[in-house]
């Protein structure tokens, strides 16, 4: 949790200026969220049927197949704002001043590895997704009714902690790779090495703040309505932005142990 604590503490003092940066990606991400579609495949599974695998696939891919246009817009931006809000969250961190100023002027150092790391998130996961929808097939050719409902159950929260671990392995790559200036290869191993004994803390702090958000997401969803539940989920997604983002520095500045400027009081 020692992880989790530290990235809230930054949020708590400096939300209002890295809010500014996840809003235009949390809309168009929550216009394609299939986050709830997920909900929506359990709710209206047919226990005494076999499962259709293009259904399922669709219920759990990120990618918006009633328009693509929108799953590139929401891609793009969340590329282009992910590279501001690291710039910002790096000078902050390395500097300790909280500015706007030079941000642009990085997003050309950051533009190119940020959309590396979130192509092989999102292709990571795509592939994530189609075997989960492989293995709910095969569930549904062998149980049938409530057992069906378990299994399909247990199959995801399994494969969603193995997803976890996976996208673990990249958690401070980025980081790696702009401060140390290392290539893709060798900033991927000294990150491995740096977390490799802090594995379980991790995934925690991965995982912890995605359950929260999507299980208030899909109950009020369920108790409200739509409208209601697309308006929490564009906040989730604010949530997302800005605590992913700031988790990177935070555990790379951790295990590091390189001093952070932002930690000290400023007395002029």
């Given amino acids: 949790m020692v992880f989790v604590k530290q990235t809230l503490d930054y949020l708590k003092k400096n939300f209002i200026y890295l809010v500014v940066f996840s809003i235009i990606p949390a809309i168009l991400y929550a216009i394609n969220n299939t986050t709830l579609n997920i909900y929506t495949f359990f709710s209206k599974m047919e226990t005494h049927s076999r499962l259709n695998f293009i259904d399922v696939y669709r219920s759990f891919s990120t990618i918006n197949y009633n328009s693509i246009i929108v799953t590139l817009l929401s891609f793009m931006a969340t590329v282009v704002f992910v590279s501001l809000i690291l710039a910002f969250i790096e000078k902050h961190m390395r500097i300790g001043k909280k500015t706007f100023k030079g941000i642009l002027s990085k997003l050309n150092d950051n533009i190119v590895p940020v959309f590396i790391l ?37 199959i995801c929260i399994i494969f969603f ?3 976890f671990i996976l ?3 990249f958690v401070i790559w980025l980081p790696c790779i702009l401060i140390t200036g290392f290539n893709y290869s060798e900033a991927f191993v000294y990150s491995a090495s740096l977390m490799a004994d802090h594995k379980l803390d991790i995934i925690i702090s991965l995982v912890l703040p995605y359950i929260l958000c999507n299980l208030i997401a899909i109950f009020i969803k369920i108790s409200i309505g739509n409208i209601a539940g697309l308006i929490v989920l564009i906040t989730a997604f604010i949530l997302y932005f800005i605590y992913y983002t700031s988790l990177m520095y935070v555990i790379y500045f951790s295990l590091t142990k390189e001093t952070r400027e932002d930690l000290k009081k400023k007395y002029f």
Wanted: hydrophobic share 70%; charged share 5%.
């Fill in 167 to 169: 996208m673990g392995l």
């Fill in 118 to 154: 979130i192509t092989v998130f999102v292709m990571i996961y795509e592939v994530w997704a189609i075997i989960v929808s492989a293995v709910l097939i095969t569930a549904s050719i062998i149980f049938g009714g409530a057992e069906l409902y378990i299994v399909c159950m247990l």
């Fill in 161 to 163: 902690i193995l997803l």
